[in-house]
């Protein structure tokens, strides 16, 4: 069985060494365009995540069976479409699903339809009308925390949580006057009320009729320890019990997760791939931050050691309408991944430092190393390449054994300018806080 892996990052390192523990002994991977680390379980293909024709193309010239998409911009484009127009079988949301996640407005417009539970919000299409929303007095007075969204994909740079309306009004010249995200990812914003609570991440597996749960987790955006700094992609995450106690999961189920999925089936689009849904639990309930249509970086990472199901069963079932059927089953650890960052992310990282001790850290018990952003030398030594370089991952018998796995194993590893947070499962993450894309 061929299967194609789209993507370059630590989560598409993860997905790849989950399928490459299948039992089926005709498994072969490749990955487009996939990273050093990835090479050592996937054929590299030599192919943009976003050049939708040729990966179409090569899929089909290559006789793949099934693809599995990483990011969120191919599925924008509309590659599950494509593919499946070519009679290509393919896992992930098609355009219309996606637009959950490339499209604040109507991400929020369609909780609104569906009375899913989330944050007062207005959508402005120009600089203009966002400030007289927020001169309006609707969301506080001049020193309240209001939340400010680029309505398109920004590469987790869109959210500004700003302390004060001048900031908010700051944000928004920034993101639709200055031009800092792109035409397209402002060319609207969304004004939300700033949430208080402590913030969950649920993700599952959907088939357009049934779901399965994954173990919730909970990240870590900042790049600071005590949750300072500018936000990233992600700096960690954990999975264990305390994330989602069993009351809370099942009203987020009641409130959150099986109403997305019943509105889209309502409005047209079944929904199929992986749903991922930010939560804030604030104390009148589970409310959404926002949705992704794909698995989240590094959740993935911190979810995928847990899996013991087989995952290229699982992705095959979501294209087929065969979920209910299919066995997915999670171990009862807890988890952690922490992310190890070049010098200079999130703004501008340097890239080509000698990376020393992966070999020792990925022995280290219960350890798997993820490679986000590293390359091979002409010596064949590892280097940096890109901002979040790797994500070092454990599991435990509790949070506090899959932690200190974890960081005795990032005591292995050394570079140039490498940073990290020490604090990762300690930040409860309390406050007004909202992630997003």
């Known amino acids: 069985m061929k299967i194609l892996v789209i993507g370059s990052g630590g989560r598409e390192h993860a997905i790849s060494w989950a399928l490459a523990r299948s039992a089926r002994p005709d498994l072969k991977l490749f990955c487009a365009p996939g990273n050093a680390g990835i090479a050592q379980l996937a054929e590299p293909v030599a192919i943009s995540a976003t ?35 070519r009679g290509l079988r393919i896992t992930g949301a098609r355009r219309e699903a996606a637009r959950l996640e490339s499209s604040k407005s109507f991400a929020k417009d369609f909780m609104a339809r569906h009375k899913i539970p989330t944050a007062r919000y207005r959508v402005a299409v120009s600089a203009d009308e966002a400030h007289d929303i927020l001169r309006s007095g609707e969301f506080g007075a001049e020193d309240s925390s209001v939340v400010v ?23 928004i010249d920034d993101l639709m006057l200055s031009g800092a995200l792109g035409v397209d990812a402002a060319s609207r914003v969304v004004i939300e009320e700033a949430l208080e609570g402590r913030e969950a991440s649920l993700l599952l597996f959907a088939d357009g009729r049934d779901y399965a749960l994954m173990p919730p987790a909970r990240d870590h955006k900042r790049v600071g320890e005590n949750d300072t700094g500018p936000n990233t992609g992600g700096m960690g995450v954990v999975t264990d019990a305390d994330v989602l106690d069993e009351e809370t999961l099942r009203r987020a189920v009641r409130e959150v997760v099986e109403p997305t999925l019943e509105g889209a089936r309502a409005d047209g689009f079944e929904f199929r791939g992986i749903l991922f849904v930010g939560l804030m639990l604030t104390e009148d309930g ?20 847990r899996l013991q199901s087989d995952l290229v069963d699982i992705f095959s079932a979501t294209t087929r309408g065969t979920l209910s059927q299919t066995p997915v089953r999670w171990s009862e650890e807890a ?21 020393e001790g992966l070999e020792r850290a990925a022995l280290r018990e219960g350890v798997q190393v993820f490679h986000a952003g590293t390359a091979r030398g002409s010596n064949g030594e590892w280097l940096t390449a890109g901002g979040r370089v790797l994500g070092v991952t454990a599991t435990g018998q509790n949070l506090d054994r899959a932690l200190a796995r ?32």
């Open 406 to 437: 974890c960081y005795d194993a990032v005591g292995e590893i050394k570079w140039d300018g490498m940073h990290y947070r020490r604090d990762i499962g300690k930040v409860r993450g309390q406050g007004p806080v909202v992630s997003g894309q």
């Open 335 to 355: 988890s952690a991944c922490v992310v190890l960052a070049a010098r200079g992310y999130p703004a501008r990282a340097e890239t080509g430092a000698r990376i």
């Open 149 to 171: 969204k680029a309505d398109g994909l920004a590469g987790g740079k869109g959210v500004v949580v700003a302390r004060t309306r001048r900031e908010a009004e700051e944000a």
């Open 286 to 305: 589970p409310r959404v931050l926002e949705y992704n249509v794909r698995f989240g970086d590094p959740e993935t990472q911190a979810i995928l050691v």
């Open 51 to 85: 050049d939708i024709e040729a990966l179409a193309d090569y899929a089909s010239e290559r006789a793949i069976d099934l693809t599995v998409v990483g990011g969120e911009a191919p599925l924008a484009l509309g590659i599950v479409d494509l593919f499946e127009s």
